[in-house]
């Protein structure tokens, strides 16, 4: 079913998800102060984080704790205060709601409900950290934080390094190192950008390969985000003929060729005519 939503037609109570500073109060925008001066309530992922921002805006609002772990249980009750005519904000610590942040399942709901969703646009880490990196933005791959786990990481990185789009992650100063050390292993001649603390006083750039920047990571600290160019067609191939003929052919199959379509890239790969990649694949 069609939902439209005419966002100002009507002055209904409305949930307003709302960007805020990344680390620095001054790039609180006008709208995003006018906002949560305005709403009823504010729900945030944590409520001392929150107030400290409000104190500094001479805010006072009723705060509801909104995170990771409570989502699913306290959007009916954010839900339900909209239902009542209340209007609701939604932010996060840092940032913009959503991007790696709760707020997603409120939006849904909401627009399950036609209530009227109100983005109230502030800075975003990754973006802003993409600007910084002189590392193409023309088509770019935002992962968000990369799993825990380091076998599952690694993993996730194996997948990831074929795209030619430019990578953007966030990562965790406790696990930099050991996600350094698996780019260094996969994609050891790649450009990445490593930013650090951004708007904050210890805002850094540092611009190199994994392990270029491997050699200071000991001195890396706070929140980072991880930029990384695009694979070339030249590394995508190559990697593709490093594999065996059936797991070459696996690759092209798994992004929905038919045999036939499959079998001719992979004789184009390896430069060979298509009867031997049909002579190789059957013999098996």
Do not use: W
């Not at 109230?120 to 950290?129: D, K, L, R, T, Y």
């Not at 696990?175 to 650090?196: D, F, K, Q, V």
Request: glycine content about 4%.
């Amino acid at each position: 079913m069609l939902v439209r939503q005419k966002t100002y037609e009507e002055n209904n109570a409305k949930l307003y998800m709302v960007g805020v500073p990344i680390g620095n109060y001054d790039n609180m925008s006008y709208r995003a102060v006018e906002t949560l001066k305005n709403v009823d309530i504010i729900f945030c992922e944590d409520t001392r984080v929150t107030l400290k921002l409000l104190t500094y805006f001479n805010i006072s609002k009723p705060l509801k704790s909104y995170h990771t772990f409570n989502e699913n249980e306290i959007t009916d009750i954010l839900i339900n205060y909209i239902e009542e005519g209340k209007n609701v904000a939604v932010v996060s610590d840092a940032g913009m709601p959503i991007i790696s942040d709760p707020g997603y399942v409120a939006v849904f709901e909401a627009i399950k409900k036609s209530i009227d969703v109100v983005v109230i646009p502030g800075p975003s880490a990754f973006v802003s950290a993409l600007v910084g990196s002189g590392i193409s933005s023309r088509k770019i791959y935002f992962v968000g934080f990369l799993n825990s786990n380091d076998n599952k990481r690694k993993k996730e990185l194996e997948k990831l390094k074929d795209l030619e789009e430019t990578l953007i992650m966030y990562e965790s100063p406790h696990r930099i190192r050991e996600t350094l050390e698996i780019i260094s292993e996969l994609m050891p001649t790649r450009n990445i950008c490593l930013a650090r603390e951004l708007t904050k006083k210890y805002e850094e750039y540092l611009h190199g390969t994994a392990s270029e920047i491997l050699e200071v990571i000991d001195e890396i600290k706070g929140e980072i985000v991880l930029i990384i160019d695009g694979a070339t067609t030249k590394e995508i191939k190559s990697d593709l003929i490093s594999l065996s003929v059936q797991d070459h052919m696996n690759h092209y199959l798994e992004q929905g060729m038919d045999e036939k379509e499959a079998m001719k890239s992979v004789a184009k790969d390896r430069g060979v005519s298509k009867s031997i990649i049909y002579q190789q694949i059957k013999r098996k």
